[in-house]
């Protein structure tokens, strides 16, 4: 009895400890952005165009079909983006009194403020 309880407890901290490893690895992944409500964005990311409106990058992560990839929406709430409503290949994210329009294509990440 002893034992299964021993290798259950080292099972589980494996587990936890392989979860906490990776949101620290993807974390490492995203960088903040200066000008644009410190949103992160993926290091791999090319920016392409910046307005005043917001910032537009290639990402080959991007798709239209599903989105932006898991890791990147535990980066946007890491760092305190809550998730609102989708319509098409748009995502609204708030944090405070701050709104952004996350537009994810085929290989295309757009960023825009939202007033």
Known sequence: MK????WTLAIAALLIGGGIIYYFINLSLYET???LYEVPVPK???LVMENEHG???EWSRASEENGIPYGYELALKANGWK???????????TKGQQKIDVISTTKHLD???VN
């Open 55 to 57: 910032k537009n990058y």
């Open 83 to 93: 998730k609102g409503e989708r319509e098409g290949a748009s995502v609204f994210y």
């Open 3 to 6: 034992e299964k309880i021993g």
């Open 44 to 46: 791999n990311a090319k």
């Open 111 to 113: 960023i825009l403020r």
């Open 33 to 35: 952005t200066e000008g």
